[in-house]
């Protein structure tokens, strides 16, 4: 499709297991963000690519997330030894650019986690 | 500290009427302002955007205002469908910030009723 791809869609973990949540953005779009969304709460900035590089990662909640981007394409966020408050809904989002441009960021429809 | 607010979680509008979602914020640097539109299990799709250096946007039944002075937003949808139903969220950045994440608001759900 030519949107932005996210997967797994849900995804289920024990408290203390890693996870690799996965983004494929809108080809042709450099820009690549992440956000999470708890339960009864806004989206949450985490980070920001431009290309392979992220020059933003003011919003990752704490050094268990960590997040790469390979050939200016694909993204995967991992979080290590998980925790129960890292259960919300993942999203990416992709543009056309970041940076100065004004660029409506586009939405995957995220990866429920939920970690038991 | 929520830079982006919107102060209605719900809001009801009969079909065929105007439906307004208001947004504040309180950061002046903020120039680039985007509403989004959320169904239940699917990420936000992007509405329409306004940048600071107008003060209106329109695109089919939607129009968006902003007001600097009073750092306020509205999104009105003009006439409102039944399809319109979803959490509305308001977005906001700042270009020249070097953090390129958008803040959003906590969203208002838009229920039309037939």
């Known amino acids: 499709g030519a949107g932005v791809s996210q997967s797994p869609s849900n995804k289920v973990t024990e408290k203390g297991k890693d996870v690799e949540l996965r983004c494929d953005p809108i080809?042709?779009?450099?820009?690549l963000y992440w956000y999470r969304q708890s339960l009864g709460q806004g989206l949450e900035f985490l980070i920001y690519?431009?290309?392979?590089?992220?020059?933003?990662k003011s919003g990752l909640p704490s050094d268990r997330f960590s997040a790469e981007r390979t050939g200016g394409s694909v993204s995967t966020l991992t979080i290590q030894r998980t925790q129960q408050e890292d259960s919300a809904v993942y999203l990416c989002?992709?543009?056309?650019?970041?940076?100065?441009?004004?660029?409506?960021?586009?939405f995957g429809d995220g990866t429920r986690l939920s970690i038991l | 500290d929520q830079q982006v607010k919107q102060n209605s979680p719900s809001l009801s509008v009969q079909e065929g009427r105007i439906s307004i979602l208001n947004c504040d914020y309180t950061?002046?640097?903020?120039?680039?302002f985007l509403w989004y539109k959320k169904y239940p299990a699917e990420g936000p799709t992007f509405l329409i955007s306004i940048s600071s250096i107008k003060d209106k946007n329109e695109d089919g039944r939607f129009t968006v205002f902003l007001n600097k002075s009073a750092k306020h937003l509205s999104l009105h949808i003009v006439p409102s469908q039944p399809g319109d139903s979803a959490v509305y969220f308001c977005a906001a950045r700042w270009s020249g910030g070097g953090a390129d994440g958008l803040t959003f608001g906590k969203g208002t759900h838009l229920i039309i009723q037939p």
């Open positions: 690519f431009q290309g392979n590089s992220a020059p933003d």
């Open positions: 950061n002046s640097m903020f120039d680039y």
């Open positions: 080809s042709g779009h450099t820009a």
């Open positions: 989002a992709s543009s056309l650019a970041g940076g100065r441009a004004n660029q409506p960021q586009h």
